[in-house]
């Protein structure tokens, strides 16, 4: 009953196979039917019947076939032949009786040979080579995704493609095998231990989130997260790219999603992993020309569909991964779908020695190697980057036929390594590092000077993907909606801080506020112009806001010279928060140096760290 289901509709590569397949086997059957007999005969020489006699003769004939226009014979190499019969030479019959030739069917029974010979011979390698083209297949499954002690089987009846990871004790990939990523490990631990005891949830009535979505650079370690909950939870584990999906016929998608589900609720308690999700789960946008592209966009709403359709208390975990998460439908992030997000960074100092540590465990590394100095070289490096780092310093100590790792090796690798990586990374230099390190210890300061500003959560200087250099996390005590207009104008000057601090410090101005200034002038005209929060303009509506779901947008309501007026008044406000940012710095130079000093060496610090080193008493007063 399996063997019919196997054969189900055709997978690509297998498809394009079997028509080849199926051109080859007919270009053989007519070779076998035509071309062959005619070559049969061909290989029939064609000798006079003097020759015919002198072979006779020289007793060389074994067999002959005697016909009223022709003479076929065989001679003792087993060579065929034929010549004309001469119908006048009557005693030929009795020379080759007393020659003792044997008589019999020649033409014939070569060509009968011919024809099974050709066809064995023919046809076994083109068995040979489909039943290798199967094995292939099989094997290229299998190796697919199969790293460490995961050891998958291939899902007999299922179409959906998606590999079944059997997890094996002992040797499967945890949590342990990724390092750094405190935050993302901790997230990840819950679901876990919910596949590893539902009933405790359920007994509380606490429901899973259904699908958690790792969101993170390339390389930084989300595809082995998810293999590593697998391993912790040793649950089965479906694991299919979100590329395995786009298939040829419209449809397909969408059923092999299906299946996937189907699969994985008989399994249950089990995970689903889709990686690189982004491939299907694009936005669907309306209507872009002619078609768009409704085989992505079907198999995005199986996916919806199937998502809202089972039940979580079941024990079916779906993880996802993406390293664009912007692209993503929202219709997947709504709740109730991926509704925990797991962001997957780039690791900062303290993570990259870890990757690095980790990796050089499977090398032999000299007694010279200090990896931290090496972490320390290596901002914005990912953790596949830092992997290579490794395996490269390997290689090249193997180059230079050495027995370990040198340091040397290390520094080495991390030039070729990253000479690649600086540019589409925002891999710093010194000078920029530490540009940056006051930059946004800047923005903390005079957000932390300002009493009515929230306290700084994080900050850091590891590059982000979205392009910012560095980033200070504030957390408002609570939800806050309402805000005053002092707190507006702390705001404001916070966003001037990172600008102003490079002022301070370094007497000239980067790019790097490109962000904090579109944030401030924003805050300052909205100020004016919806909030009411001038004396100049008092209660006066001057903007609409239309879209207010989708973040708004603002238009002017108000006559051109009015806009003038607002203008300077929205420059006015920024001003003078910029200058207030400057001189609260100025008059704190000293923590000002110190902070950055240290975020420059960490690359991370803590709110705690910070307010730490704030209230600590100043060495020299001043
Ligand atoms: P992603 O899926 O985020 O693009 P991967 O999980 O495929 O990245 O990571 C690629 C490789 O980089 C891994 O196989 C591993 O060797 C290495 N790596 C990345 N991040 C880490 C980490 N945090 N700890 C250890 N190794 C890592
Ligand atoms: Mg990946
Ligand atoms: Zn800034």
């Given at each position: 009953m399996k063997e019919t289901q196997q054969k189900q509709p055709p997978k690509h590569p297998k498809a394009t196979f079997a028509s080849v397949y199926c051109v080859i086997l007919i270009i053989v059957l007519l070779m076998n039917t035509l071309l062959f007999p005619a070559m049969a005969k061909m290989s029939i020489r064609t000798v006079d019947y003097g020759t015919f006699l002198n072979m006779l003769e020289e007793e060389k004939l074994t067999t002959v076939q005697l016909e009223e226009q022709v003479i076929y014979f065989v001679d003792k190499d087993g060579a065929s032949y034929k010549t004309s019969a001469i119908p006048q030479d009557l005693q030929i019959v009795d020379r080759l009786i007393n020659a003792g030739v044997k008589f019999d069917r020649v033409y014939e029974q070569r060509t009968m040979l011919d024809v099974v010979l050709g066809w064995v011979l023919s046809l076994l390698?083109?068995?040979?080579?489909?039943?290798?083209?199967?094995?292939?297949?099989?094997?290229?499954?299998?190796?697919?995704?199969?790293?460490?002690?995961?050891n998958q089987m291939m899902f007999g009846g299922g179409k959906s493609g998606a590999k079944q990871y059997v997890v094996e004790e002992g040797q499967s990939i945890k949590f342990a095998d990724v390092a750094g990523q405190d935050e993302a490990k901790e997230s990840l631990q819950e679901i876990v231990d919910f596949l590893h005891n539902p009933k405790k949830y359920e007994e509380i009535g606490a429901k899973m989130p259904k699908g958690a979505l790792l969101v993170g650079p390339p390389g930084t370690g989300k595809t082995l997260l998810a293999r590593a909950v697998a391993g912790e939870a040793e649950v089965p584990f479906f694991s299919i790219a979100g590329s395995e999906f786009v298939e040829m016929f419209v449809g397909m998608g969408a059923s092999k999603v299906r299946d996937l589900f189907k699969q994985a609720s008989e399994k249950a308690p089990c995970i689903v992993f889709i990686d690189e999700i982004d491939t299907i789960g694009k936005k669907r946008d309306s209507g872009s020309g002619m078609g768009g592209n409704d085989e992505r966009e079907q198999t995005?709403?199986?996916?919806?569909?199937?998502?809202?359709?089972?039940?979580?208390?079941?024990?079916?975990?779906?993880?996802?991964?993406?390293?664009?998460?912007?692209?993503?439908?929202?219709?997947?992030?709504?709740?109730?779908?991926?509704?925990?997000?797991?962001?997957?960074?780039?690791?900062d100092l303290h993570g990259r020695e870890a990757i690095l540590r980790l990796h050089a465990q499977k090398v032999k590394i000299g007694p010279d190697c200090d990896l931290n100095v090496i972490a320390r070289m290596t901002p914005g490096a990912s953790g596949a980057e830092l992997a290579n780092i490794v395996n490269e310093a390997a290689l090249g100590a193997v180059r230079h036929g050495r027995k370990a790792?040198?340091?040397?090796?290390?520094?080495?690798?991390?030039?070729?390594?990253?000479?690649?990586?600086?540019?589409?990374?925002?891999?710093?230099?010194?000078?920029?590092?530490?540009?940056?390190?006051?930059?946004?210890?800047?923005?903390?300061?005079?957000?932390?000077?300002?009493?009515?500003?929230?306290?700084?959560?994080?900050?850091?200087?590891?590059?982000?993907?979205?392009?910012?250099?560095?980033?200070?996390?504030?957390?408002?005590?609570?939800?806050?909606?309402?805000?005053?207009?002092?707190?507006?104008?702390?705001?404001?000057?916070?966003?001037?801080?990172?600008?102003?601090?490079?002022?301070?410090?370094?007497?000239?101005?980067?790019?790097?506020?490109?962000?904090?200034?579109?944030?401030?002038?924003?805050?300052?005209?909205?100020?004016?112009?919806?909030?009411?929060?001038?004396?100049?303009?008092?209660?006066?509506?001057?903007?609409t806001v239309q879209n207010a779901y989708l973040g708004g947008d603002a238009s002017l309501a108000c006559s051109q010279a009015t806009a003038d007026r607002v203008d300077e008044k929205v420059v006015s406000i920024v001003k003078a928060q910029h200058e207030k940012a400057r001189s609260l710095l100025v008059e704190n130079r000293?923590?000002?140096?110190?902070?950055?000093?240290?975020?420059?060496?960490?690359?991370?610090?803590?709110?705690?760290?910070?307010?730490?080193?704030?209230?600590?008493?100043p060495q020299l007063t001043a």
């Open positions: 390698p083109l068995l040979l080579l489909g039943w290798w083209f199967n094995r292939m297949l099989r094997r290229q499954m299998n190796a697919a995704g199969g790293a460490g002690g995961i995005l709403n199986q996916l919806l569909t199937e998502m809202d359709g089972f039940d979580a208390a079941k024990g079916v975990v779906i993880l996802a991964a993406t390293n664009r998460p912007e692209t993503l439908d929202p219709a997947l992030l709504r709740p109730g779908r991926f509704d925990r997000r797991v962001p997957v960074e780039l690791p790792v040198t340091q040397p090796d290390l520094q080495e690798a991390v030039d070729t390594i990253l000479a690649g990586a600086q540019k589409k990374n925002a891999i710093l230099s010194e000078k920029e590092k530490c540009i940056v390190a006051y930059h946004e210890v800047g923005h903390a300061l005079v957000a932390a000077l300002q009493t009515h500003s929230a306290p700084v959560q994080k900050i850091t200087i590891v590059p982000r993907t979205s392009g910012a250099l560095g980033f200070t996390m504030q957390v408002d005590e609570g939800e806050r909606t309402l805000m005053t207009k002092e707190e507006m104008l702390d705001k404001i000057a916070t966003f001037t801080g990172g600008r102003a601090a490079e002022e301070v410090v370094f007497g000239s101005v980067t790019t790097g506020a490109s962000n904090d200034i579109e944030q401030a002038t924003k805050l300052a005209r909205a100020m004016v112009t919806r909030y009411g929060m001038t004396e100049d303009f008092d209660m006066v509506a001057l903007e000293a923590k000002l140096d110190e902070i950055s000093k240290y975020l420059y060496e960490r690359e991370t610090i803590s709110g705690e760290e910070f307010m730490d080193i704030l209230n600590r008493k």
